[in-house]
Nanobody, 126 residues
Framework: QVQLVESGGGSVQTGGSLRLSCQIS????????MGWFRQAPGKEREGVAVIGKDGEISYADAVKGRFTISEDSAKNTLDLQMDSLKPEDSGMYYC????????????????????WGKGTQVTISS
């Protein structure tokens, strides 16, 4: 059974940093398609940073230059380093990973990943 468990969320002030981590267990496929998504109250879920099928990385325009996604295959973790945080970065952050095959592009607009975590809350105060 595949499980994704996020950690590292919290409350920080504007300009601060947080590092989110997603522990992935039970995943035996080789598909690289995985990423971080977020959802603020009253808003649609949006892609933040995604590692594509061939390892290419894409970021939402709103976080480019401030967030960095990375995978540690030895530890089976997917991390998101978030710097220069803004109040608009607040929300529930979810990690996700696709199953054995991804048909079509794997990017920040791909919400069809098979496995999702339950999320970790990020709150940025001004």
């Amino acid at each position: 059974q595949v499980q994704l468990v996020e950690s590292g969320g919290g409350s920080v002030q504007t300009g601060g940093s947080l590092r989110l981590s997603c522990q992935i267990s039970g995943y035996t496929q080789n598909n690289k398609c995985m990423g971080w998504f977020r959802q603020a109250p009253g808003k649609e879920r949006e892609g933040v940073a995604v590692i594509g099928k061939d390892g290419e990385i894409s970021y939402a325009d709103a976080v480019k230059g401030r967030f960095t996604i990375s995978e540690d295959s030895a530890k089976n973790t997917l991390d998101l380093q978030m710097d220069s945080l803004k109040p608009e970065d607040s929300g529930m952050y979810y990690c996700a990973r696709d199953g054995a095959w991804t048909i079509g592009p794997c990017g920040i607009d791909y919400f069809g990943m098979d496995y999702w975590g339950k999320g970790t809350q990020v709150t940025i105060s001004s």
